[in-house]
């Protein structure tokens, strides 16, 4: 299958789709299972165990307040910042869980979580296994779940073997067999040229026609400009709030001052100082995910300041922009945002976008290779060019670690960002230069990625068990 845009690209909350939207995903389609199978009603209690990377950082990522929403009804797209920080608040005080939104009222609360931190299942690192119980304490279903990377969620079968749910060893869910049929279906990076080649069609071209088969073409594109619009709102929140992030680590927002420093010194957009500009978006949007605000993941939380800023430049420094004015920046997004879920699609397909599967390439680098391909398609790259822009935008990534300091998403996670999203505006110009193939293919470097990181050492693997996380004092 394909990996759609509005997979790739989701609106949730900070600060991490792994360990923030998917655990919440993962305790709503629990509850939603219950609901299905007519035990909702006969649940009186819960058990939840949580593994390896989400129990050993999920304090800093918001897993256990996550998992508790979910269970309680609520999904990442739909809950408003203000609403988590509340409904957890009254759960701490004391308030039930009303399973399922409108279930039976369930006294469960953090404290009740049992955290299994050097535990980690075969499938995947970021596991949980949800149980109902009775009024006997016996359990009435249970249900392993993955939070796979980017806020996408897997689950094992119904061990019953009824109604089963994706099956084990299965990275994606699985397309109906009556799900509407794309025009130009791709696994790999060089079945994806192939199409543009064939049909004389960019590869945000090739996006789209693939969107439009699953949704009418006019909701495809108010669906990428609204990702946009939260892109948009995201930064433009974070540039008001000034203080420190929370967690404890006394992280400094600099967002704010950077854009009063920048906006006295660059009020026309001068080309000297793109750089600067692309760096405050990443931090920007990166600040305000820590602090869980509303956030697009692209594709993942941890990332998602890099595309945001890497569009900024294309609004903003490209020939396209400056002839076209503000009136273009919709065209603009529409191809940066369709040729980069091109390329996420096939990150997705062939490796993983999960730190905590392969370290910081599967995010960062994977985020920085969308970008590249993004800049170069508005830049008006041949479909070999914007390819070749994210290889060289993803090479450079290879073996990039995940060691959160404290297991927050801040330190080394917001400068990073900003460091990616230079590197794929001068991935992308490179790739320009020329229009050969390039020595290393795409889909060489996706595998590379995916190798190198079943190769590295899960204390890399978002663990806050090695690297930074242990040679930095959090305080």
Not at 79 to 96: F, H, M, N, Q
């Amino acid at each position: 299958m394909t990996v759609s845009i509005f997979d790739l690209f989701s609106i949730g909350v900070g600060p991490s789709s792994s360990h923030t939207v998917g655990p919440m995903e993962a305790g709503a389609d629990f509850a939603e299972a219950l609901r299905d199978k007519g035990l909702l009603e006969k649940t009186t209690g819960l058990g939840v165990d949580l593994f390896g990377s989400l129990a050993a950082t999920g304090q800093g990522h918001g897993t256990f307040g996550a998992v508790l929403l979910g269970l309680d009804g609520h999904r990442p797209r739909s809950i408003r910042p203000d609403t988590v920080e509340s409904r957890l608040a009254e759960i701490a005080d004391g308030s039930p869980l009303r399973l399922g939104g409108d279930g039976p009222e369930i006294r469960f609360g953090i404290d009740d979580l049992t955290l299994r931190p050097l535990t980690f299942l075969p499938r995947h690192s970021n596991a949980m296994t949800f149980r109902a119980l009775d009024a006997d304490g016996a359990v009435l279903y249970e249900r392993t779940s993955y939070s796979i990377g980017g806020g996408f969620v897997v689950h094992d079968e119904d061990p019953t073997g009824e109604n089963a749910d994706t099956p084990a060893g299965a990275e994606l869910p699985t397309v109906p067999d009556d799900a509407p049929q794309i025009p130009y279906p791709f696994h790999t990076g060089e079945e994806l040229l192939e199409h543009c080649h064939r049909e004389g069609l960019s590869i945000a071209e090739i996006a789209l026609a693939n969107e439009s088969a699953l949704r009418p073409r006019d909701e495809v594109i108010a669906g990428v400009l609204e990702l946009w619009d939260v892109m948009e709102e995201c930064k433009n929140n974070s540039l008001t709030r000034t203080g420190t992030l929370p967690g404890g680590l006394n992280t400094r927002r600099r967002a704010p001052a950077w854009h009063k420093r920048l906006s006295a010194a660059d009020p026309d957009f001068d080309y000297q100082y793109w750089i600067e500009w692309v760096n405050l978006v990443a931090l920007a949007v990166n600040e305000e995910n820590a602090t869980g605000g509303r956030i697009v993941t692209a594709p993942t939380n941890g990332a998602a300041g890099i595309i945001p800023a890497a569009i900024f430049y294309a609004n903003h420094y490209t020939p396209r922009a400056r002839e076209g004015g503000r009136e273009a920046r919709p065209g603009i997004v529409i191809d940066f945002l369709l040729a980069a879920s091109a390329i996420g699609s096939c990150i997705k397909e062939q490796a993983s976008i999960s730190g905590a599967e392969v370290g910081c390439q599967g995010e960062v680098g994977s985020a920085a290779a969308m970008a590249a391909a993004g800049i170069a398609q508005v830049l008006g790259g041949t479909a070999q060019q914007v390819s070749n822009a994210a290889e060289i935008a993803m090479e450079h990534h290879l073996g990039l670690t995940c060691d959160p300091v404290g297991g927050l998403v801040q330190v080394p996670c917001i400068e990073r960002n900003a460091i990616a999203a230079g590197t794929a505006v001068n991935a992308a110009r490179m790739a320009l230069f020329e229009d050969s193939k390039a020595a290393v293919s795409l889909d060489v470097v996706i595998k590379t990625m995916k190798d190198t990181g079943d190769d590295m050492s899960t204390k890399y693997k978002e663990t806050a068990l090695g690297g930074l996380a242990v040679n930095v004092v959090a305080c």
